[in-house]
């Protein structure tokens, strides 16, 4: 059995505009999205550029947009998309490098500025520091993202404000603010809080559809926002403005 | 040019970890890396590291002393001794500091790091983070290295080293998404570039394992040590090969073959499942090959009886590749797998300070060969390796820096280095010939897989060593290289060919050498380890008429060899 791939073509160095190329790809039992490029690559045209690494879904690299859907081409199975037409592009909204490469400087950079290091809550013990299985629970979900970069692509308030952090950011930030060994909650928390922060996300939940690990990046969001808040609502209480209302 | 005191080759754990150490010593430090550091393979580990925390019920009498001794037994006695002691004992302090810097590992009911069993170690001493522990361990790194500032060139492929009066200065990289070249020069050059496991069919490797960065330090003048030694895990999904952790057997998976047995009973009564890789990857493969194998391909590890919670918890990836990737879900049903290559234990030359024999060189991790796994590393133990030789060879750096005069390298020096990879890259180019690159490569590695595998035998690997001058030959006349100068993969691929081959080339003429059977280089024809011609380490050096090998005693300090039994 063959299946056309139509792939999004794009040489900035000689193209003026972009172009769709057909493909004919011969599917064997257990073929991947990822396996019919590269049999593209090595078999019918070398000039293709995309990214790949590991082909299991583990190294963020080949995110792309897929018959219109976000996915990781190495964990889709051609035949999971019960279709003999393929058609795939680059992730939308990064500017294209080359083809299917998406330049993803910007989304590393914007990653830096949510302080994505576990930052130790008192001094440090000789050995390990105690954490439950239930603590631990509480970012078991998020740990999972592996800057595919699939969510930041798919956020409408992505599109429209080049600074919003994005969902991938965010949750890198939800990641230590959510695990009990995190001594830094305030100021991330800052800095997350702000104009290009958290209020900006709306809930639309694209990131969580297009998240190729199923990591549920609005929820993270809002429990920032909500951690966010009772932190500002504590500030205010310092300054007696809840009249001595408990909150939080 | 690009200018650093040292340049780290490699964005995966050893490189990053000596990036930290020569950062915290005060060095001026840039990470070159063929991908974002994040994408390295590191990533892709998934059972654990070894470490003698006593965490586990059962673990309490661990300590580092014993690691070592499992480590030299699980080398089949031809790890360096001292070296094998230094990792175990800096083990427990390396696994605290990940932790202390945010590694979200796996907790016992004490709330301690949790550990697992792993094959042939006689305490449970994996410590580990469901089955994702590579991945949680590199973006922690990560995130420490975004945390120090340290600047990192990504998508750079390091086309050559750059050695001045016998000391290696710098390299030339190849800027992959503009095709543009650059000179980097630092003071120490430390490579963390991992192994080649696509100079084998059926890898579990990512697919960007060339192994080129070993080759490049081979042609610099350090000598590849122990290439003949080729770690085959057991247990890879078929069809892809991917990795299927040895911490499924660690949780309590079994083997079973057509018949419907617990065959490694056979092979080893008293450890069963947890008989070290070199020998489960055999035990599978006579089965298979006796004809107790499914379709003559593949057994099965059965995980059912490890019950849906156990699972969900402990492997909650190993379900989801077998899920994605062979259409199984080991909750309901057991898993189809087969050996696959899986690990170097050969590499660069180094001391257990990452030093090779050329002056400025550094290397860690699995492109280097120290040697702590000998002839056949234990699960658990290489996560281990990337970071405490990164991290001492990072930290070495600093003394070797700071400790000498530097004057000024000639400018011409890079410049010619610059002037000789253009020049590759212009001839691959205008290639004349028919050959095509991606035809060599897929010979290359059936015929390391079948004739340089888990079995091996003169007759085969002759053919091999024959087969691997022919395509080394044809190489030499391949077609014109395709496309642009951006993000030009034709160009990369073929380009690291050439050293994947060398790499095929040295692999197979220690293996011809060594005329015994030791951890996983099990010869038909010499079917006994010999400790008395063969208790030494293999040395490869280029020459235009192939590699030239050289030995050097192991170095024992408190184990001497023994028969080796699980």
């Known amino acids: 059995m063959n299946v056309t791939y139509t792939v999004f073509r794009f040489d900035p160095s000689k193209d003026k505009e972009s172009r769709y190329e057909a493909y004919q790809v011969p599917v064997r039992e257990g073929m991947t999205v990822l396996d019919g490029l590269l049999y593209i690559l090595d078999n019918v045209d070398p000039t293709l550029s995309f990214r790949f690494a590991c082909r299991e879904g583990v190294c963020g690299s080949c995110a792309m947009f897929i018959n219109g859907s976000y996915r990781l081409a190495c964990q889709t199975q051609i035949k999971d998309l019960k279709s003999d037409r393929i058609k795939i592009e680059p992730l939308p909204n990064f500017q294209v490098i080359k083809d299917l490469v998406v330049d993803l400087a910007v989304f590393f950079e914007k990653l830096e500025k949510a302080m994505p290091y576990l930052v130790a809550a008192g001094a440090l013990p000789e050995k390990e520091r105690l954490q439950s299985m239930e603590q631990r629970k509480q970012i078991n979900e998020v740990i999972d993202c592996i800057l595919c970069a699939a969510c930041q692509s798919a956020c409408p308030q992505a599109w429209t404000n080049k600074d919003f952090l994005g969902p991938a950011v965010l949750t890198k930030a939800y990641r230590f603010v959510g695990d009990s060994r995190d001594g830094a909650q305030r100021e991330r928390l800052k800095l997350v809080a702000g104009e290009d922060g958290v209020w900006r996300c709306h809930s639309v939940f694209n990131c969580v559809e297009a998240c190729p690990k199923k990591i549920n990046q609005t929820v993270a969001i809002s429990r920032l926002k909500r951690k966010a808040f009772v932190q500002k609502l504590k500030f205010w209480q310092r300054d007696g403005a809840t009249n001595g209302r408990k909150v939080g | ?566």
């Open chain 2, 1 to 566: 040019m690009v200018i650093h005191d040292v340049i780290i080759v490699g964005g995966g754990l050893s490189g990053l970890r000596a990036a930290i150490a020569a950062h915290d010593g005060g060095l001026d430090v840039g990470v070159v890396s063929q991908v974002y550091p994040v994408r390295s393979h590191s990533g892709a580990a998934q059972g654990g590291i070894n470490a003698a925390l006593g965490n586990a019920e059962g673990g309490e009498d661990d300590n580092p002393e014993r690691h070592a001794y499992d480590t030299v037994k699980g080398s089949d006695f031809l790890a360096d001794q001292d070296a094998v002691e230094v990792m175990t004992g800096m083990a427990p302090g390396i696994i605290f500091e990940m932790e202390h810097w945010g590694v979200p590992f796996s907790r016992t009911k004490s709330d301690k790091i949790a550990q697992r069993p792993f094959g042939g170690g006689a305490f449970p001493r994996t410590c580990f983070a469901a089955d994702k522990t590579g991945r949680f361990l590199l973006h922690t790194m990560f995130e420490q290295m975004l945390k120090r500032h340290i600047k990192v060139y990504p998508e750079w492929l390091m086309m050559s080293l750059v050695v001045n009066d016998g000391v290696c200065c710098g390299l030339v990289g190849y800027h992959i998404p503009t095709g543009e070249f650059e000179s980097f020069q630092g003071k120490a050059i430390v490579l963390g570039t991992g192994g080649y496991g696509q100079v084998y069919a059926r890898s579990t490797n990512t697919l960007i394992n060339s192994g080129s960065g070993m080759a490049h330090a081979y042609h610099a003048g350090a000598p590849l040590k122990d290439m003949e030694f080729v770690q085959f895990h057991p247990t890879s999904l078929i069809g892809s090969n991917i990795l299927v952790t040895e911490g499924a057997r660690g949780e309590g998976g079994y083997l079973i073959n057509k018949l419907g047995e617990r065959f490694m009973k056979k092979y080893a009564p008293k450890v069963v499942e947890l008989a070290p890789r070199d020998m489960v990857s055999r035990a599978i493969q006579t089965e298979i090959n006796e004809g107790r194998g499914f379709d003559d391909s593949y057994v099965l590890l059965d995980l059912r009886h490890l019950g849906k919670e156990k699972i969900l918890e402990r492997l909650p990836e190993i379900r989801e590749h077998s899920i994605h990737f062979v259409g199984v879900d080991p909750i309901v049903a057991p898993i189809p797998i087969q050996p696959g290559q899986h690990y170097s234990m050969g590499g660069i030359d180094t001391d257990f300070d990452g030093q090779t024999p050329v002056p400025g060189l550094f290397a860690a991790g699995e492109c280097a060969c120290v040697s702590v796994h000998g002839a056949n590393r234990l699960g658990g133990n290489s996560l281990l390796e990337t970071i405490v030789f990164g991290k001492r060879s990072g930290e070495k750096t600093v003394q070797y820096v700071k400790g000498r005069e530097w004057k000024p390298v000639p400018e011409g020096v890079f410049q010619y280095a610059l002037d000789i990879v253009r020049a590759r890259v212009a001839a691959l180019f205008q290639g004349t010939g028919q050959q095509e690159p991606a035809a060599i490569r897929a010979e290359m590695k059936e015929t390391m897989f079948f004739k340089v595998g888990i079995f091996r035998e003169r007759k085969l690997m002759d053919e091999a060593l024959k087969r691997i001058a022919e395509l080394q030959e044809r190489y030499r006349h391949l077609r014109a290289i395709k496309g642009g100068k951006i993000f030009n993969l034709d160009l990369c691929r073929a380009y690291e060919l050439r050293y994947m081959l060398d790499l095929a080339e040295a692999i197979a003429a220690g293996a011809i050498a060594r005329q015994e059977s030791r951890g996983s280089h099990s010869r038909l024809d010499f079917n006994k380890r010999d400790d008395h011609n063969w208790g030494k380490h293999t040395l490869a050096y280029p020459t235009p008429e192939g590699p030239r090998l050289s030995y050097r005693p192991v170095t024992f300090t408190k184990w001497q060899p023994e028969e080796r039994k699980y």
